[in-house]
């Protein structure tokens, strides 16, 4: 028998609360009637329970649903009621990357324009400067030493005009320029690195020879009247051999005084600065930033792209 | 689920959700409510909710909402309002032995009397009302009878004191 004192407490809860089995229920009765001590625990347990009482909603109207509660709209319909939500895309090129784009465009174009300034400036002063250190070609170098000395010197005779050559090889102010006046003078605006010192070191003293002997034979006369005024390296030359040359304007000395002034004239030249050699054909239009070669054709194409991307997205907008 | 499925279980059990919910809670307003939510809820799942498990259902998501409603109105007195519901849903079961009995229910703890309302007034299964309340077989069994001893001893306690 599985009843006995110990569990019988369960076996009554169970029993009042319709959980035991059938085999379980008639043991439990067997039980009672072997304990009735048992049985009136079984009746005060009874008395446990509720009566179920009788309690109504009375709301039951709100409740109920009805068929015509089911209708549903037509899924074409709904269709047309439902609404999709738009993404906002952003453009790329808003307002204020515009801005920003533009303002660094022209931040750059600011700086190649301030390249092109610097080497511009660069370029003229070189020029200057080459032409006063230009050597003077071979075929006319008596009539070009006779014209291009005082020009150097910085005053001129009133026959071939008045011109002025400052010092700083910056300004050029001539009514009539001698230079123009000289067939094989040929200015050259391009620096020009001197591969080949000892021919224009050749060239030079062959200028300063014919130039001695044109002063020979000026006898010192237009040398006296020039206003030398020495602030380049070639007028400084010149000057320093003229200078040499002054003194002993007899004929005696004449060799003694050009050897030396060769000499000079040499130790100066190979002091001389090399130049670089530009390049300033009108069809290149490499621009040089720094060490970086940008080509002008790229440029241009890049800013063509650009302007039609701007156009492209203003008509985008448009639409 | 059909429509006529459902206004059947609103004419099956109503009533009885109606009544378990306004004896725990002891609130008429409160519990109508409830009804209203669970059957509610029924209506908007009954494509889900099979009409055999319908009554469960409604049993499930009203004792759900009245233990919500019981967090919300904690400091309210449930013994007086029961009292109150007692003369006007029962105005016919006036007996001592009702009253005595009452009085020791309200003094169970939440769960013991959604035990005992759900176990007497439904008939439900152990099983059943383990299901409803999130509870285990065992443990509804251990609870309940743990409630039975209580209002037993309540009962003899009063009876005495009648006496």
Known sequence: MKINIQNIDTYLMSYIDNELSLADTKELEIFLEAHPAYAKELALLKQTILEADEVVYEDKQLLYRYSEMEATLPSAFKNQLYRQETKVVEGFFTMTKIISISSVAALFLLFIGYRFYISNNDLSNTFFSQLNKMPFKNSNVGSLANTAQPSINGKLDKDNGEALITADNNIIASKNLALEKVPNFKIVNKKQIVSDKQKQSDIEVSNLIAFNSNEQNAAGGSISETNITPNSNTPELINKTIAELEPTNNNETTNESSKQAIANTKTQLEEKENYENIDTDDHDRSVYIANLEIDGDKIRGFSRRINAIFKRNKNDKQK | ?163
């Open chain 2, 1 to 163: 689920m059909t429509v006529q499925d459902y206004n059947n279980c609103v004419d099956q059990y109503s009533d009885g959700v109606y009544r378990f919910i306004v004896k725990n809670i002891g609130h008429e307003a409160d519990a109508q409510d409830i009804v209203q939510t669970a059957f509610e809820k029924l209506w908007v799942n009954r494509e889900k909710v099979e009409s055999f498990k319908a009554k469960s259902y409604l049993f499930t998501i009203a004792y759900h909402l009245m233990i919500d409603q019981i967090r919300k109105d904690k400091k309210e007195s449930i013994t007086n309002n029961f009292e109150e519901i007692k003369g006007q849903a029962h105005p016919n079961t006036n007996s001592e032995l009702k009253q005595i009995l009452l009085r020791a229910i309200n003094e169970l703890n939440p769960t013991q009397k959604s035990l005992v309302l759900l176990k007497d007034y439904e008939g439900y299964s152990y099983q059943e009302i383990g299901e409803i309340m999130n509870l285990s077989e065992s443990q509804v069994k251990v609870y309940l009878h743990r409630a039975r001893q209580i209002l037993k001893g309540k009962l003899i306690h009063l009876e005495k004191m009648s006496a």
